[in-house]
């Protein structure tokens, strides 16, 4: 099936046979996991069951950050995991998000009422609390430091709704913009990469709000379906009653303004992703945070003006992902990724809405196309370390 997907992209089938031939281990080599213990072991094991895309990234990381970022996602998943899950009440969800970072110094503490697929990670929090423990001070001050942060933001909104769209970037700032500010300090403190990058908290939130704001849009019927509203009110309410009425087919027309009017917010951020990627210097990092930027500037601009937001799942194709993962290891092949993909939406905006020439959408694009080309005049900063950097001329 995804080979079928792909027969209209020769480069997609080409990379598709490349992959499965041994073509990912240049950006996603082998891990020795002889020489862990059982306790890390078993981390490795929930990072790669409870995310495919990211458990990728995070196993290619160099040296000890790759245990850190490890742990650092898997406390953030049962955090998440918490806040998702809807059978747990009110009074007790409050209260477990505000002090969810005191679970990480308690030995023996694990939930085992959750519903949620992604349940093991709650139900064995002392093995993910124990290797916590055994990461260096100064990791375990900043995967903390979030872990509270969030939890306190999560909780607030708990008790209210996603209403303007400075609420959504609020929003988006606790569940996703944090995760950019303490990978970021997890980068810094490993001397991996340069002190501004985990002190340059704007560049690093807006790094987590394209993810999240992409995520949100994508999402929506999985969404609403179980009773979770995370589009901004101030947005859907220009076109619906409700937030669910979006789905209904006579709203069509209504729902994909609404579905654009979000995109379009989304991509003000790339700016902030662009110049924040072209500070990186180990190639390990940089694969890490470019290749998720990257397929989520693919997924919106499949979103766009795209019905099946509201009546499925929208997905890039699988041949599209491998081809981004193994091309986005350089600041010039992002840059040509990313006027691809602008370019693209773009011309669905011209066909569509051919009165928009001045809208948002072209103003926030209109900041990312120089700073493209600013970029592919720049050298290289990608240091080379412990594998290939694939250089840019």
Same mark, same amino acid.
């Given at each position: ?55 990728a ?59 949620e ?17 055994? $990461? #260096? /001070? ?8 979030? %872990?509270?942060?969030m939890? +306190?933001?999560? @909780? ?19 569940v ?25 908290t ?5 790094m ?37 009425? $979006? #789905? /209904? ?8 303004? %609404?579905?654009?009017?979000? +995109?379009?917010? @989304? ?30 500037i ?10 099946m ?5 929208v ?57 493209c080309?600013?970029?592919r ?17």
């Amino acid at each position: 099936m995804d080979i079928l997907k792909s027969l209209g992209h020769p480069e997609e089938l080409f990379n598709l046979f490349k992959f499965k031939m041994g073509g990912c281990r240049a950006v996603m080599p082998k891990l020795d996991y002889e020489s862990m213990s059982e306790s890390l072991r078993t981390c490795y094991l929930y990072l790669n069951q409870t995310s495919r895309s990211f458990a990728a990234v995070i196993q290619a990381l160099d040296g000890e950050l790759r245990h850190a970022v490890c742990i650092f996602y898997l406390v953030l998943r049962a955090l998440d995991t918490v806040e998702d899950d809807m059978s747990i009440p009110l009074d007790k969800k409050v209260p477990m998000l505000n002090d969810f970072h005191t679970y990480l110094y308690q030995d023996e503490w694990c939930f085992t009422e959750s519903q949620e697929k992604d349940r093991q990670v709650l139900e064995d929090f002392p093995t993910i609390s124990l290797e916590f423990r055994n $990461l #260096a /001070q100064e990791y375990r001050d900043v995967i903390s430091d979030i %872990c509270h942060r969030m939890g +306190v933001g999560m @909780a607030e909104f708990l008790e209210k709704k996603v209403g303007s769209m400075k609420e959504w970037d609020q929003y988006c700032h606790y569940v996703a913009g944090l995760v950019g500010i303490g990978l970021s300090q997890l980068f810094s403190a490993s001397q991996l990469e340069d002190p501004e990058v985990g002190r340059d908290t704007e560049l690093a939130n807006s790094m987590g709000l394209f993810l999240q704001k992409t995520n949100i849009i994508r999402d929506y019927l999985e969404d609403t379906q179980e009773g979770r509203a995370f589009w901004p009110q101030e947005a859907w309410s220009q076109f619906a009653g409700r937030l669910e009425d $979006l #789905a /209904q087919p006579e709203k069509l027309e209504s729902a994909l303004s %609404c579905l654009n009017l979000l +995109v379009t917010d @989304a991509l003000r951020h790339v700016p902030d992703v662009i110049t924040y990627l072209s500070r990186l210097r180990n190639q390990s990092v940089f694969n890490f945070c470019a290749i998720p930027q990257v397929m989520a500037i693919a997924t919106l601009s499949t979103c766009y003006n795209n019905p099946m937001v509201f009546q499925g799942v929208v997905k890039i194709r699988k041949g599209q992902a491998v081809t981004l993962m193994m091309e986005a290891t350089n600041m010039r092949a992002v840059q040509n990724i990313i006027t691809q993909y602008s370019q693209e939406v773009g011309c669905v905006v011209v066909s569509v809405f051919p009165a928009f020439t001045t809208s948002t959408f072209f103003n926030a694009v209109g900041l990312v196309l120089p700073l493209c080309r600013f970029y592919r005049r720049s050298p290289s900063p990608i240091r080379h370390g412990t594998r290939p950097c694939t250089s840019w001329p």
